[in-house]
């Protein structure tokens, strides 16, 4: 299953009154929204019309996607880590040469 269609999906917050207190819920959209990006992420009843969503898939498929966009992050100051490391290292031996002169 493509994980990239998952960012397409936005996250709904309605609120819910419950003994006088108010109560935020996150959830996706509706299943026909979901459906729309991708029809594997929804559940069908016998009739064959909507019924839920796959939450423990959606969950799988943001915890891949979060772990893509690490994985790609932890790369990038490696590679900015080692080119200014490099340039340090000139930088010091043409401070040094101009120091002996």
């Not at 996150?26 to 796959?54: C, F, Q």
């Not at 891949?64 to 790609?72: C, Q, T, V, W, Y």
């Amino acid at each position: 299953m493509k994980t990239g269609s998952i960012q397409l999906l936005h996250p709904v917050t309605s609120s819910i009154l419950a003994y006088d207190t108010h109560q935020a819920r996150h959830s996706l959209a509706s299943p026909e929204k979901v459906a729309a990006v991708n029809p594997d992420l929804v559940v069908r009843d016998a009739k064959g019309e909507l019924s839920t969503v796959r939450y423990e898939v959606v969950n799988a498929m943001l915890l891949n996607e979060f772990l893509k966009e690490h994985k790609a992050f932890l790369k990038e100051p490696r590679k900015n880590y080692k080119r200014v490391r490099r340039g340090s290292k000139s930088e010091l031996k043409r401070l040094l040469r101009a120091y002996k002169k």
